[in-house]
């Protein structure tokens, strides 16, 4: 049985293992896709993590049939990279029709790092009103928001001051926990997380790699996720 903790102040239980999303490609029957999600009903996985491009859109659309099914186990989550208002909102109706479902759990801005997208999709215009405006119709519960590269938890930190996020995501694993200045930043990030009761998740993915670590040793308090991803709440 996977051990089970708060996702911060959501009130769902989450699995200290989530499936991700990318693990079903673009070249995935529904039939594989199908073999591949019952095993999170066979080992306990509740929470999904997906997005709007993962597997070319692929992800979304096979996840959608088979979710009909089993809604009520499941803490679905998913993403959209879209900075501008319209752009957001098209990707959220896109989402929720492609997902098969009335509501997302969780919508997280995808890998909002660049500080230049990051005035865009949190300004007066931006991917964010979208989210909120999403989350007041009742079509998404929370909104988060994800990163890559060294800089994530920087500007993790930076958007959680200029927003109320629900949850963040970016990169731990061994390596990085040996890169001094990225590791300050993550504490820190996690400190302030664990004072606000923001869900933090991890993924062993490297910054400097698109692929996952080979064999990465995990730090304190995180599991390995179906496809080679970690996650943990603070």
């Known amino acids: 049985m996977i051990a089970k903790l708060a996702f911060g102040k959501t009130g769902h239980m989450s699995t200290r293992t989530l499936f991700g999303g990318a693990a079903i490609r673009a070249a995935f029957t529904q039939e594989q896709a199908d ?15 997906t997005a709007a491009i993962y597997g070319n859109g692929n992800s979304e659309a096979r996840i959608g049939p088979w979710m009909g099914r089993h809604r009520g186990q499941f803490f679905l989550a998913t993403k959209t990279g879209n900075r501008t208002y319209p752009e957001a909102w098209e990707s959220i ?13 969780l919508i997280q801005l995808h890998n909002l790092t660049d500080l230049a997208e990051w005035e865009i ?5 931006g991917a964010l009103k979208a989210c909120m405006e999403a989350r007041e119709q009742g079509l998404v519960r929370f909104i988060g928001v994800t990163g890559h590269g060294l800089n994530a938890p920087r500007m993790h930190m930076k958007s959680l001051e200029q927003f109320p996020f629900d949850s963040v995501l970016l990169p731990w694993n061994f390596l990085l926990s040996k890169n001094g200045e990225y590791a300050a930043d993550f504490s820190r990030l996690t400190a302030l997380c664990a004072e606000r009761q923001v869900a933090v998740q991890t ?12 064999s990465p040793r995990l730090a304190p308090g995180m599991s390995r996720s179906p496809n080679g991803r970690t996650s943990a709440w603070q």
């Open 203 to 214: 993924s062993n993915r490297s910054p400097a790699s698109p692929g996952p670590v080979v």
């Open 93 to 105: 109706r896109t989402s929720l029709k492609k997902l098969r479902v009335d509501y997302i759990d």
């Open 35 to 49: 073999r591949l999600l019952e095993l999170l009903v066979e080992y306990g996985v509740n929470h999904i993590d």
């Open 121 to 125: 999709a949190l300004g007066p215009n």
